[in-house]
């Protein structure tokens, strides 16, 4: 009985804490920005990260950024895939040179610009003729699950800070938690997860948090 009240008392506290998280501004004020953004379905590529090597998965996303704030913007994104079983990995993990220039060969009628997530992390100019073209690459993630979140943030300045009600400074007040505007997409496979090749993905929805 115990062990059922503290399993409900844990739903609880999570569900508050989710109804309460704060949200990114309707409007935002003068001194923030977001960047426009586009992006393709994530798609995915099979190869060998080295001759002779076993056949690797990576999952990818191509990012299109338009800088119509008014002002030339620093970009420096910092891009997650999470898992429906909780396993979380940040893009560019274990992601060989060559994935990255086999995804620009396999676009470049479309991006002829197309660059890696690491050259990203520098100012955009202002304008529609500035716009950039990313792709983000992930590896492989747990072959049972059945959908995926992606977190991008970096695509504009609002930030707010909440109290961690876990943590305390040595004035036994809550320390801060900084959260940033972000990007969350949301993808669901059907089909088989063993035949993770063959599964369908589907895009589940697109929403602005803060995290």
Known sequence: ???????????I?????????????????????????????LGQITMRAEQGGE????????LTVTNNTGDEVDFYPVCELMTDT???????????PQVIESIKTRHRGKYPFLEGLD?????ILQGKDNTRDIVIVWPEFDARARG??????????ETIAVDNPAAKDN???AQKIFLRKTL???????????????ARMTFAGESWIMR
């Open 184 to 198: 969350m997409l949301d993808y669901r496979f059907s089909g088989d997860p063993a035949f993770r090749s063959e």
């Open 1 to 11: 009985m115990k062990v059922l009240w503290f399993l409900l008392s844990v739903w």
């Open 13 to 41: 506290t999570t569900n508050c804490l989710a109804m309460s998280a704060p949200r990114p501004a309707v409007v935002q004020s003068p001194q923030q920005w977001t960047l426009d953004v586009q992006y393709e379905q």
């Open 55 to 62: 056949l690797k998965r990576f999952w990818y996303l191509i």
């Open 86 to 96: 909780f396993e979380i990995t940040a893009a560019g993990v274990s992601v060989p």
């Open 148 to 157: 995926v979140s992606l977190f991008i943030s970096g695509l504009s300045n």
């Open 119 to 123: 050259a990203s992390g520098m100012r």
């Open 171 to 173: 004035k036994d007040q």
